[in-house]
């Protein structure tokens, strides 16, 4: 980063009581999200190995529609955030809602596609004759949510950019309880089987949009802002996500391919590279509800014209994500004997992951700094940057992936393609931010 003039002590304590009153309930909503699917599943569970293959085949790809378009939340962030540091704030509500109109044209597009489809869609995973059924009721069901999954992403974007991420987590919070009641009503109480698993889930998904349009609409209320869709706003909104998405199927890209490597290796390194991922991904939260911080804080700056501020919160972001990343791969290495018991008894699974979660201990400072730094260029409007920068993160991992089952190395050498993808993202990331182009001012881009 460039270099600029040491701020006071009491400048820095500033930014961290800012980063940790934005990144605790950040994280505490990010975890909230995964225990929807943790639930429906237990409760799936136990209507039989049918009912539940069809609940992991639907699953997936619901969770793929639903993180496609995640950057209705970054990029909402990103423009809300600025108009509040411009002190304009019925402009920000405006531009949040202009990414609520088009959560809403998204929702109702794959709605379209989805609900015709889903037989095809499930075949594609080759899913079981007895289990087919079964993923086609629950997505069909399921899918009618997605509106309201993509109004959530939008909203939650809006009071990040708000520099409110309380409200989120209570959202979160209230919707998995009743997301959890819901199920186990219509499930057993009702006898629905696993259709009262989607009703349950798509009327809890329904309800914590209905909260977030009223606080938004509150908000609108309040300042004069207008509701009305705005066909040049809604199309900024897209064209700003582009980028994003970009990025966001190149990261998903990279992760299907290092599961399809795996895969190649033998049913006992499969099993644990699942092991790992799932890790992986929990490591991720953590670091991620920094850089959500980083997106809501940046953005106030650029958008104040501070400059100098919003140097000195990115530096003091990077420390802590390195210092986050130290802690995490500290526990990683201390847990892994008593963590890898709790999914496998196989020896064989045990051998192969035990080695590879040392790379992944090792790897957690620099995703730290990776996580920190992609949250900063974003707060700043920088997607297409982003973009570019992983396509060709893909283009340098794909072929090496690849050749991890030819050179041998086993799953230790997939996970240390995976750490050398993300110091490619570093590099990418860290000459981007040292640049200074990323610090553009003004209430927009």
């Not at 701020?7 to 961290?16: A, E, F, L, W, Y």
């Not at 209507?47 to 950057?71: E, I, K, N, R, Y």
């Amino acid at each position: 980063m460039t270099q600029a003039p040491a701020r006071p002590r009491s400048g820095r304590r500033q930014h961290d009581r800012e980063i940790v009153a934005l990144a605790v309930p950040a994280f505490g909503a990010l975890v909230a999200e995964p225990l929807f699917l943790m639930t429906d599943t237990a409760i799936v569970g136990h209507l039989g190995t049918a009912q539940l293959a069809g609940l992991g085949v639907a699953s997936a790809l619901l969770m793929t529609f639903v993180s496609v378009f995640v950057f209705l939340a970054y990029a909402t962030t990103a423009a809300v955030a600025r108009r509040v540091g411009a002190g304009d704030l019925p402009a920000a509500i405006r531009q949040g809602m202009d990414g609520i109109w088009l959560a809403l044209l998204l929702g109702a597009g794959v709605v379209a596609v989805a609900l015709p489809m889903a037989p095809h869609l499930v075949d594609l995973f080759g899913t079981s004759d007895a289990a087919a059924p079964y993923a086609i009721t629950y997505l069909r069901i399921s899918v009618l949510g997605i509106p309201a999954m993509l109004v959530v992403l939008a909203a939650t974007g809006i009071l990040r950019g708000l520099q409110d991420t309380k409200t989120p987590l209570y959202v979160a919070i209230i919707g998995f309880v009743a997301n959890g009641a819901l199920n186990a009503g219509l499930v057993y109480g009702a006898g629905l089987g696993i259709a009262g698993s989607a009703w349950g889930t798509v009327i809890a998904q329904c309800g914590m949009a209905a909260v977030y349009l009223a606080v938004v609409l509150r908000g609108a209320r309040k300042h004069g802002a207008s509701l009305r869709p705005d066909a040049a706003g809604i199309r900024a909104s897209a064209q700003a996500g582009v980028p994003l998405l970009v990025r966001t199927l190149s990261l998903r890209a990279i992760l299907m391919i290092a599961t399809a490597v795996a895969a190649r290796l033998g049913d006992a390194d499969i099993a644990a590279h699942q092991i790992i991922l799932s890790l992986w991904n929990l490591l991720a939260f953590a670091l991620d509800a920094i850089a959500i911080a980083g997106q809501a804080i940046i953005g106030r700056y650029l958008g104040a014209g501070d400059t100098q501020g919003a140097r000195a919160a990115c530096r003091r972001m990077v420390e802590w994500g390195i210092a986050v990343g130290v802690v995490l791969g500290v526990l990683v290495v201390l847990t892994r004997p008593a963590f890898l018991p709790l999914f496998t008894s196989d020896s064989a699974v045990k051998d192969a992951a035990l080695p590879a979660l040392v790379i992944v201990a090792l790897s957690q400072p620099i995703s730290g700094i990776v996580f920190v730094l992609d949250g900063v260029l974003m707060g700043a409007g920088d997607g297409p940057y982003l973009a570019w920068a992983m396509v060709l993160t893909l283009a340098v991992f794909t072929p090496v992936a690849l050749l991890v089952p030819v050179l041998g190395g086993g799953l230790t050498a997939l996970w240390a393609t995976m750490t050398l993808m993300m110091t490619m993202r570093m590099l990418t990331l860290w000459l981007r931010s040292r640049s200074g182009r990323w610090i553009v001012t003004g209430a927009t881009r």
